[in-house]
C-alpha cells in the first residue's frame, strides 16, 4: 500500500449468502470491530439484503455495495438489476466482472464495460475485476491478459470518471479455491494493472488508482499482501463472512 498516493480499501463480497436476517446480525457485529479503520470499508451483499445492510449501517464507516447490475436503464431483461435502480437506494458501490459471472453467467469483456458504463451513468463506484485462469497463467499470458480486460472494459472511461473505480485483481484460480497468489505475484499483476493506467491514462491516474487483490485473501495472508507497494486493498470472499476474520484484514489495512 502507498496510502499518500491512494486510498486502501478492503470490500467484502459476501456472493450469495446470508439472508436479511442474518446479514444484519453480522454488520452489527462488524461494525464496532471496525470503527476505527484508517482504509475504507465496504460490504457488498446479494440484492435482496441491500436494504437491511443500508439500515444496518446507518451511522457506521461501512458503505455498502451491490454484487452486479446490468447495463440497461430499464427493460425485457427478467431477473435483473439496473444501476440506477441501485443508486436510487443509496448505493455508492457495486462490483462489475467479477470472475463467477464470467465463469458462470456469460459476462465478457464487453458486456462487462457496459456494464460499467451504466454504474458510471448511475452515479455509483465501481469496483471492476480482472484475472486469468490458472492454464492462462501457465501459458504465461497473465500480463497480456490482465492488461487487455483492463482496457476493454475502461473504453469509454474519461480520466475524471476513472476517480470512482477501483479495479480488483482476483486470479480465477484463486478465487474459492484456498490457493493464494504469493505477494510477489499479487504485486507484480496489480503494478502491471497500474502501468495500464499510467499508458492509457496518465501517471498521475495510475499513482491514486485503488488496486485491490481478490484472491482468497484472509486474515492470516493479508499483513504481507497489503505490505506490497502495489496492493491496495482487498476484495474479500469467505472471510468476509466472519466478523472476526474480516476485522483482522481491515486492521492489517490500516497499518
Not at 458486456?111 to 471492476?128: E, S
Not at 507484480?188 to 495510475?206: M, P, T
Request: net charge negative; glycine share 8%; with cysteine.
Amino acid at each position: 500500500m502507498n496510502k499518500q498516493l491512494r486510498k486502501a480499501i478492503i470490500a467484502g463480497n459476501w456472493k450469495m449468502n446470508k439472508t436479511p436476517a442474518e446479514t444484519k446480525s453480522l454488520l452489527t457485529e462488524i461494525a464496532p470491530l471496525v470503527k476505527d479503520a484508517d482504509c475504507d470499508v465496504i460490504a457488498c451483499v446479494p440484492y435482496v439484503d441491500l436494504t437491511t445492510a443500508i439500515d444496518a449501517t446507518q451511522g457506521t464507516n461501512i458503505k455498502i455495495g451491490a454484487e452486479n447490475c446490468h447495463w440497461a436503464e430499464s427493460g425485457a431483461f427478467t431477473g435483473e438489476i439496473s444501476a440506477k435502480m441501485l443508486a436510487s437506494m443509496g448505493l455508492e458501490y457495486v462490483i462489475i466482472g467479477h470472475s463467477e459471472r464470467r465463469q458462470y453467467f456469460g459476462e465478457t469483456d464487453v458486456t462487462v464495460n457496459k456494464r460499467t458504463r451504466a454504474a458510471l451513468d448511475a452515479g455509483l463506484n465501481v469496483i471492476l475485476c480482472v484475472g486469468e485462469l490458472l492454464e492462462q497463467r501457465e501459458q504465461g499470458v497473465t500480463a497480456e491478459l490482465v492488461a487487455m480486460q483492463t482496457k476493454i472494459a475502461l473504453n469509454g472511461v474519461s480520466k475524471d470518471e476513472l476517480k470512482k473505480i477501483i479495479i480488483a485483481y482476483e486470479p480465477v484460480w484463486a478465487i474459492g479455491t484456498g490457493k493464494t497468489a504469493t505477494a510477489d505475484q499479487a504485486n507484480e499483476v496489480c503494478a502491471v494493472i497500474r502501468k495500464v493506467i499510467a499508458d492509457v491514462y496518465d501517471k498521475a491516474a495510475a499513482d491514486t488508482m485503488t488496486v485491490q487483490y481478490g484472491g482468497s485473501m484472509n486474515d492470516g495472508n493479508a499483513d504481507e499482501l497489503l505490505g506490497k507497494p502495489d496492493v491496495d486493498g482487498g476484495l474479500i470472499g469467505g472471510a468476509a463472512l466472519v466478523a472476526e476474520k474480516f476485522a483482522a484484514i481491515v486492521k492489517a489495512a490500516s497499518k
